[in-house]
């Protein structure tokens, strides 16, 4: 089964510096998607950044980027120059890519906290 | 373009009774997704609808049922309320083709509580 795995609870960043948020992931199959999603406390789970595994060209957006390492089944966000708005939980999630499978479409990993300090 | 829509926003119910979530999809959107997102942790999988159809169900007990309309909007039913369904519900949209499935846009979630 797929699992995803977010071995940072709580991180926090000052204003205007880089972070860089951990994923881990495990599965067998070779098409999927990575997402990082970021949910504020206005609860809206926002798409930041998607990968498709195939691409093997890292994924950027703005000031967000991400380190796919396939092989080893890695996926972090950085983000740069972070802003005040940052703050938020950020989830790493799985996907496959195939509209038909026998288990859970979206792997949901269990959330990194996100402090910005001004 | 218009987003995923979730409706109503807040919920109480109290535990046995039954509750309907709604969700609008994205403009273009074929296929509709509920998750289950208790208070600190990440959204879990309920099941997935696409052409009307239940498309993958995760390990969520048979009170849990839904529809989806021509129109793609769907609904989430849950029945016989417990204590334990106190939780955020997400709805995410997303295109699929050719036995393909696109990126899920969430909408913004129905908060029940269940007393």
């Known amino acids: 089964a797929q699992t995803v795995t977010q071995s940072q609870p709580e991180m926090s960043v000052q204003e205007a510096e880089t972070v860089t948020l951990s994923c881990t992931y495990d599965?067998?199959?070779?098409?999927?998607?990575l997402f990082w999603y970021k949910q504020p406390p206005s609860r809206q789970m926002i798409l930041v950044i998607r990968?498709?595994?195939?691409?093997?060209q890292n994924a950027t957006e703005n000031r967000f980027s991400v380190n796919f390492q396939k092989a080893a089944k890695s996926f972090s966000l950085k983000i740069s120059d972070s802003q005040l708005g940052d703050a938020a939980m950020y989830f790493c999630?799985?996907?496959?890519?195939?509209?038909?499978?026998?288990?859970?479409?979206?792997?949901f990993g269990p959330g990194t906290s996100l402090s910005v300090i001004p | 373009e218009t987003g995923v829509t979730q409706s109503p926003t807040h919920l109480i119910k109290t535990r046995g009774q039954q509750v309907t979530l709604r969700c609008s999809s994205q403009?273009?959107?074929?296929?509709v997704s509920w998750y289950q997102q208790a208070l600190g942790q990440g959204p879990q999988f309920i099941f997935q609808?696409?052409?009307?159809?239940?498309?993958g169900r995760g390990n969520f007990p048979p009170r849990f049922s839904g529809l989806q309309f021509p129109n793609y909007s769907s609904e989430l039913n849950v029945n016989a309320l417990e204590l334990d369904d106190s939780a955020l519900y997400l709805c995410?949209?997303?295109?699929?083709?050719?036995?393909?499935?696109?990126?899920?846009?969430f909408g913004p979630g129905t908060r029940l509580l269940v007393l």
């Open positions: 999630a799985y996907r496959s890519a195939l509209l038909k499978t026998s288990y859970d479409k979206v792997i």
């Open positions: 599965t067998s199959e070779s098409d999927y998607y």
């Open positions: 403009s273009g959107h074929n296929t």
């Open positions: 609808y696409y052409r009307e159809e239940e498309n």
């Open positions: 990968q498709e595994a195939y691409k093997q």
């Open positions: 995410a949209s997303s295109l699929a083709f050719g036995g393909w499935e696109e990126t899920q846009y």
